[in-house]
């Protein structure tokens, strides 16, 4: 019986990666194993590694290749010269008969199951010691698109045949140890999915940036997918939440950020495997590239695909322009963040600020310093110096030697799943990508910080700033019966410390959200037609690029900055305030300036709860109460628990509850809980009237503080005489940890003290609070303390 050299994807089982390497034998995984969960993977075939040693032997290549490759070993000749000669060698070559016919044979057939005389297809290449768990062999081989006949078939695999040996896969295998010879190469020949006429990008099973479990990551732009996969373009991303996924009552997407896809990837006209980039539409780069249900098909496609597998996986997918189905072009083990361990991680933090001189997205939780070097081609990577800061339009396979050597890298383009992302993730360096006319902003030379340790911006600052850097031992953290929970301001925050032992979300600041991700006063947005200020309206425009409805642009992103937060700890509550903003404050946010009166002081002024019901500010409040809604009934976080700040009165509570109710948040209603800030004297003396209304406490030492005392907390002047530890402040906590309880409200604690004086953190627990919110670097040494406490407290019982 003659030698089979081709064997069909639906034969293929993970179990094949011998004869067919790990790409095809993933894609053949997933056609015999998914297809029937709704998975559609391209049809296809792939040669053998038998049909690659056969065309390496039976062309004498074996041993020219072996001498090669010694001449590098033994620094006779530099890599790209090795590299060159190999391709050459092989190309050069001639793929036996019996193996030719064979492919021609299937492709021909292929043809047949689609009705057609030929059909376009990839050919990619899939290296028989690839995708490994610890050793990311991804764009080293080449993939060739749009191949369409048996002479350009037969001639692209040839072609992945000769990509085994470009200069970054023999850098690799050197550099991990592989056996160059031992190593075979299989060519998978895949339907094409015509996704220049549509769409394509790359999609993980887990945060690419904090290792967060319960996301899907999603990267879209228009065209073919090479663009994303290099970085070439800003694609769009999307997070959807895992959990909730398979609930047909949520559409449980967190995350929607439009990328600026400046260009696109399409077939040159006039002949296969010929490709050019264009420039996108206006339209284009300012609409979203998958629809919601889109997302939400993908995702669920990604969490059957990674349960199957049993871990982590990076997919590409490709939609087709022609018949608008989705398909899965690749999938393989996400070799990042899974070999990472649990029990311990860095948490890196500036200890000073300076000028901003560029931004981007953040890719790693790391600070880097260094000088800066700019180089806009490969032509001249030879003259980058150890230790500097690498600055560069997009970065390829090529670029890795030099990387490897970078403190850290920002690129001009790209997203998360770009090659300077990915790369830099294995690397363990810092990197900042998409950070736009970057080289120009920034001067050869020149000393800067970037950080990446400040949520998913990352910045380039001026100068070389001071920053500490901790490792934390999560091995041993002590059981408390206190619960420790957590304040976070950014939704990016909440994934970076998702590790941490906690109990939940004790704060999440609104206005932080507002102020970072939205930029506008509500009411701008709101009133935006009879906007009178040119200025301000111009830059509302830029800022909502791609709504009409700038109202529902407030509301979109709050509400997935409040699921990020909420996602973050589900199913543990998020106790999420409402926007506390100072008129000086809101005043400052883009149209702010046409809606709030100058007040003598804004402490005390026209905050919190007051605004809520008022003319001036009650639609505001509606588009917060809506974002609220949709993150508990549409997406489906219903941990997330409402909080109302600087509430003066009981009075004040109903006004509130009822203005709450009649948007829809009705106290009770799906489970919905409201807390009220503990700031003012007055909740604490009728802390019994205000139970009767809200579900629970948080105390706000500062703003207490201050009432309780009559200390300006922002006087330096009084700062000696501020103090949360006064024996008027613990009182005032006493009093009301003591009403509430006979009420049976819980009462927790969000401000800063206990995260500044563990002490006070000790004195809380013997007052018998029942939850302590912390800073995040606060977490690990205030829960040991208050163990401590509570072992004293124990034995104290005993011994009485």
Not at 368 to 392: D, M, P
Request: glycine residues 8%; proline residues 4%; hydrophobic residues 40%.
């Amino acid at each position: 019986m003659a030698d089979t050299y081709i064997e069909w994807f639906e034969n293929l089982t993970n179990q094949d990666v011998p004869s067919v390497g790990g790409k095809n034998a993933s894609l053949g995984e997933m056609i015999r194993a998914l297809k029937e969960k709704g998975i559609a993977v391209p049809d296809g075939f792939a040669t053998t590694a038998e049909a690659y040693r056969r065309f390496i032997a039976d062309n004498n290549l074996g041993e020219e290749i072996r001498q090669r490759i010694q001449d590098l070993k033994d620094s006779r000749k530099p890599l790209d010269r090795v590299g060159r000669e190999i391709r050459r060698l092989i190309r050069q070559g001639t793929i036996p008969a019996g193996i030719g016919d064979q492919i021609v044979q299937a492709y021909r057939e292929l043809c047949k199951r689609f009705g057609k005389d030929e059909v376009d297809v990839a050919v990619r290449s899939s290296a028989t010691a690839e995708d490994l768990p610890d050793a990311s062999f991804a764009g080293q081989q080449e993939t060739f698109l749009n191949v369409r006949g048996d002479h350009d078939v037969l001639e692209a695999v040839k072609n992945c045949y000769a990509s085994l040996f470009t200069d970054r896969a023999i850098s690799y295998r050197t550099e991990k140890n592989f056996d160059h010879l031992q190593i075979a190469l299989s060519a998978g020949v895949q339907k094409m999915v015509r996704s220049d006429r549509a769409s394509s990008g790359v999609m993980f099973s887990v945060d690419t940036e904090t290792g967060f479990p319960d996301v899907v990551v999603i990267n879209a732009a228009w065209g073919l997918g090479e663009n994303v996969v290099q970085g070439t373009v800003t694609p769009d991303e999307y997070r959807a939440f895992k959990p909730l996924l398979n609930d047909a009552t949520c559409k449980p997407i967190i995350e929607k950020s439009l990328g600026e896809k400046e260009k696109k990837m399409i077939y040159a006209t006039g002949g296969s495997k010929t490709t050019k980039n264009v420039e996108t539409t206006q339209k284009e780069r300012e609409s979203f590239v998958l629809s919601d249900e889109e997302v939400l098909r993908l995702s669920r496609w990604a969490k059957l695909i990674e349960e199957h597998y049993g871990r982590a996986m990076d997919m590409e997918w490709a939609k087709d322009g022609d018949s608008g189905e989705l398909f899965i072009v690749q999938a393989r083990p996400e070799t990042v963040q899974s070999q990472k361990t649990a029990a311990t991680m860095k948490s890196y933090s500036l200890k000073e600020h300076g000028e901003r001189l560029a931004e981007g997205l953040a890719i790693g939780e790391a600070i880097a310093t260094g000088k800066v070097q700019k180089i806009r081609n490969a032509e001249n990577i030879g003259r980058f110096e150890e230790g500097s800061i690498l600055i560069t339009e997009m970065t390829d396979p090529d670029w890795v030697p030099i990387m490897k050597k970078a403190a850290g890298i920002v690129t001009e383009h790209g997203g998360r799943t770009s090659h300077a992302a990915i790369v830099s993730r294995e690397l363990g360096i810092p990197a900042i990508v998409g950070a736009t006319h970057v080289l120009d902003r920034l001067e050869d030379g020149q000393e800067v910080t970037m950080s990446c340790a400040e949520g998913d911006t990352g910045y380039v600052y001026k100068g070389k700033l001071d920053f500490d850097a901790q490792d934390i031992d999560l091995s041993d953290i002590p059981r408390t019966r206190t619960q420790i929970m957590m304040n976070i301001a950014e939704p990016a925050a909440a994934f970076r410390w998702w590790r941490l032992p906690c109990a939940g979300i004790g704060l999440a600041r609104m206005e932080f959200i507002i102020n970072n991700a939205i930029k506008c006063h509500p009411m701008a947005l709101i009133e935006y037609d009879k906007l009178e200020d040119e200025e301000a309206k111009q830059r509302i425009a830029d800022i909502t690029r791609g709504y009409e409805d700038k109202s529902e642009f407030f509301t979109q992103q709050l509400a997935r900055g409040i699921a990020k937060i909420g996602a973050s700890q589900y199913p543990n509550p998020v106790i999420v305030r409402m926007s506390d903003f100072k008129t000086n404050e809101y005043a400052e946010l883009v149209g702010g300036q046409a809606y709030e009166p100058k007040e003598a002081n804004p402490m005390l002024g026209f905050r919190g709860a007051s605004r809520y019901y008022s003319d001036a500010y009650r639609p505001g409040f509606a588009l917060e109460c809506e974002a609220i809604r949709r993150v508990r009934e549409e997406i489906g976080l219903d941990n997330v628990v409402v909080m109302i700040p600087f509430c003066r009165s009981p009075a004040e509570a109903d006004k509130v509850l009822e203005v709450m109710a009649s948007y829809g948040l009705r106290r009770g209603e799906n489970g919905l809980q409201v807390f009220v800030m503990a700031e003012i004297p007055s909740n604490i003396i009728l802390a019994e009237q205000f139970s009767e209304r809200f579900d629970g406490f948080s105390i706000g030492s500062n703003d207490l503080t201050q009432l309780v005392l009559g200390v300006d907390r922002d006087s330096a002047q009084l700062s000696k005489l501020f103090d949360e530890q006064d024996e008027a402040v613990t009182t005032m906590i006493e009093m009301l940890i003591q009403k509430a309880h006979r009420k049976k409200r819980k009462v927790g604690i969000c401000g800063q003290a206990p995260s500044d004086h563990p002490e006070f953190a000790a004195f809380l627990v013997r007052a018998g609070i029942d939850s302590i919110s912390l800073n995040p670097d606060s977490v690990i040494k205030v829960t040991r303390r208050v163990a401590e406490v509570e072992r004293e407290m124990g034995r104290m019982r005993k011994s009485a």
